[in-house]
């Protein structure tokens, strides 16, 4: 319940957030919602010596269409995007999933950048940004690089991302009217998935089937060569290694991505 104690700054710009970045860096941990982060610094998992607080940044707040894609701001709040006329025009998807993380208090904190820099395999809107073949776009004091999501997750609560890094923006396809779906399967309303299944235009993410989040490969090709969708989601654990924990064995949580994964193709077909 106690944090150890810390520094505390709160930067009014990326410029400035990313200058506290670049000098202690290895010591300091970016606040965004803190729905994720404080949890751990209160449980004395985490203990950084300065929190640099990044919540009040207008900058990074923000939901734009931008050619064929749509550019979000790492500092968008889950509600942001569960309320917004854009996304749900545009990429549906992710509104439809935003709408399913916890609580309305933690959707009125949480954001999408922290989201998926916390790199929870069992975080909703990670294997939603994979489904939907996003990008994650981060900032430090020597540069701006584009990291697609298939490469942004490297293990457990772990990325590409460097200490003196910022995610900055998530990029995301304009997906229109292509079908889709999220079928979360969990214990009570407010818990995090045991297994969720994210489809849209025929691409799948996974929630909770792995160390990070994961395409369901086999799934997608047999899809691709025409396969029934009985027979392609039969195939939806294929290459997979769930965790087995107090919601479910490895055995049952592979069952649930077959299951959910019709489901969700179902759906998507309309
Ligand atoms: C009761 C409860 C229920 C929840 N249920 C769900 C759920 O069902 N599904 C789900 O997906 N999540 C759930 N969450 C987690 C919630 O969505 C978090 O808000 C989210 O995972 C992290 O976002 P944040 O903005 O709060 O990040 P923070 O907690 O502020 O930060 C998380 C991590 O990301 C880093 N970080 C944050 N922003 C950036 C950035 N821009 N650049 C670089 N690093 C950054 C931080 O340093 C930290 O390491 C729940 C949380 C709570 C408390």
Do not use: C
């Not at 923006?169 to 979360?184: M, N, S």
């Amino acid at each position: 319940m106690i944090p150890v104690g810390f520094d505390y700054e709160r930067p009014d710009s990326v410029d400035g957030a990313l200058a506290l970045l670049a000098e202690r860096g290895e010591d300091a941990k970016i606040l965004a919602g803190g729905h994720s982060l404080l949890p751990v610094m209160k449980l004395r998992l985490a203990a950084p010596e300065l929190v640099i607080d990044i919540g009040r940044i207008a900058e990074l707040r923000y939901i734009r269409v931008d050619g064929d894609e749509v550019a979000i701001g790492a500092g968008t709040r889950h509600h942001d995007l569960e309320a917004s006329a854009e996304i749900a025009a545009e990429v549906p998807l992710l509104g439809a999933v935003a709408r399913t993380v916890g609580d309305p208090q933690v959707r009125h904190r949480g954001t999408i950048g922290g989201s998926l820099a916390h790199a929870d395999p069992a975080s909703d809107l990670p294997a939603a940004v994979l489904a939907l073949g996003g990008t994650v776009v981060l900032r430090s004091p020597r540069g701006e690089r584009s990291v697609p999501i298939t490469d942004f997750y490297t293990g457990v609560f772990s990325t590409v991302m460097e200490p003196d890094e910022l995610v900055v923006e998530i990029r995301v396809p304009r997906t229109g009217t292509a079908g889709w779906a999220y079928e979360k399967f969990t214990r009570r309303a407010n818990d995090w998935a045991i297994v969720g299944v994210a489809v849209v235009d025929g691409r799948v993410g996974l929630v909770n089937m792995g160390q990070t989040p994961l395409r369901a490969s086999a799934t997608e090709a047999a899809l691709a060569g025409g396969a029934s969708i009985d027979e392609a989601a039969a195939l939806a654990a294929e290459g997979t290694d769930p965790p087995a924990d107090l919601a479910g064995t490895k055995a049952y949580r592979a069952h649930l991505a077959r299951v959910l994964t019709k489901r969700a193709l179902t759906t998507a077909q309309g």
